[in-house]
């Protein structure tokens, strides 16, 4: 029986390892194997419910949910983590059960590490309930902002960040680029909008643009769909891809550039969005590839937290068409899309975005030279994409 236990010990730390891999078949045949040799306790069938996410496979996610809660019924993890599964499945009122008992069981809870407090921020926003009792607590951080008038000033958001960190009530977090890390640049998660001189300009052209995607919307309706989704295999071929999101037409995109090459098609139907974007000029034409999309994310999707390719480059969104009860985050920070204006964000820092709304939500998508790279430094980033090497997947 103890070699049993082993080697069930074994295979789950072979999922764990393939799931920080973003490995998802690996994952799930491992996992699957030491809940069938007996790995006690729910985090196994947590950890697997991940594992079926990776695959896309959203019913089985749940039904391992279940299986966590049914071998522990008061782990919070669990529930919480259910309720979140029952919300990307449109289940809306069951995901408040669940959320409502996940956060019960939180005053038996001896340690609440990130994942649960991020499980925790996500549940108290969907229900609408107050910050936690610990964030409320006061601090001492928290007079010392009183007495210096911290948020007075424009640049104040970054200060009250750091006090916040301080006083434990959220965690720092960090670029993490997937192809090409340059050192140095600052770890910011969302860039104040004055460092852009366009971006007033192009935030006083959304009434057209919107007018352009709803055209584009209103031909859909007899013709051919144009918006493809935004992760596809396609064109991947021989490549490792394991994405929940992996050809799903929740998250969706109508390119007028993909990856540096002109939709020309689809550019003759949107041609005052692809001025405003040239309107910006070189700023908008980052190495290694320029993309212009409208992005589509249907209702009750989520994309989930992930990180980008290259800190060399900044990502920008206009909101075109916003139902409401969407919401994005960057690392610690927790904004919504306000109509008119322009997010400009660090994607190598973990990010995800939800739509709890009953329509789809669009905003325009493109990227930006970092404003701290200078010309020369741009030019040679620029040439050593072209030689390929920092450019190739992994």
Excluded at 352 to 373: C, G, H, K, M, Q
């Amino acid at each position: 029986m103890e070699d049993q236990m082993q080697k069930a010990r074994a295979e789950a730390a072979a999922g764990m390892q393939a799931l920080q891999a973003q490995d998802g078949r690996a994952a799930n045949a491992a996992l699957t194997r030491a809940t069938e040799m007996g790995w006690p306790g729910p985090d196994v069938w947590v950890a697997l419910s991940f594992a079926k996410s990776l695959l896309g496979d959203m019913d089985a996610r749940l039904a391992a949910l279940e299986k966590a809660l049914e071998v522990e019924p008061a782990s919070v993890r669990a529930r919480l983590h259910y309720g979140q599964a029952l919300l990307g499945a449109n289940r809306r009122a069951e995901a408040e059960v669940a959320f409502r008992k996940g956060l019960a069981g939180l005053s038996g809870l001896a340690v609440r590490n990130r994942e649960i407090e991020q499980l925790v921020d996500a549940a108290r926003e969907f229900l609408g309930e107050d910050a936690t009792p610990r964030e409320l607590a006061e601090h001492p951080v928290d007079a010392f902002a009183r007495d210096h008038d911290v948020g007075s000033g424009e640049d104040d958001d970054l200060f009250r960040q750091s006090l916040n960190i301080l006083a434990g009530r959220i965690q720092p977090f960090t670029s993490k680029p997937t192809r090409f890390y340059y050192p140095g640049l600052p770890n910011r998660q969302f860039y104040p909008l004055r460092d852009f001189s366009w971006t007033e300009n192009l935030a006083a052209k959304t009434p057209a643009i919107r007018a352009e995607l709803q055209a584009l919307l209103d031909r859909q309706a007899s013709e051919a769909n144009r918006f493809a989704p935004y992760v596809e295999a396609s064109g991947r071929e021989g490549q490792a891809v394991s994405h929940p999101l992996l050809d799903n037409p929740d998250w969706s995109a109508f390119y007028l550039i993909k990856q540096g090459e002109r939709q020309e098609d689809n550019i003759s139907l949107c041609p005052q969005t692809m001025a405003a974007i040239d309107d910006i000029g070189e700023d908008a034409r980052p190495a290694p590839a320029q993309s212009v999309l409208f992005s589509l994310l249907k209702p009750g999707a989520s994309i989930p937290p992930h990180h980008g390719q290259f800190n060399t480059r900044l990502i920008c969104h206009l909101p075109i068409i916003l139902p409401g009860q969407c919401g994005f985050r960057v690392g610690n920070e927790t904004r919504e899309w306000k109509d008119g204006e322009v997010f400009i964000f660090d994607d190598t820092i973990e990010h995800e975005a939800w739509n709890r709304s009953d329509s789809p939500r669009y905003v325009l998508i493109f990227e930006v030279w970092r404003p701290e790279l200078n010309e020369r430094q741009r030019h040679l980033i620029s040439s050593l994409y072209q030689m390929g090497g920092a450019a190739k997947p992994r």
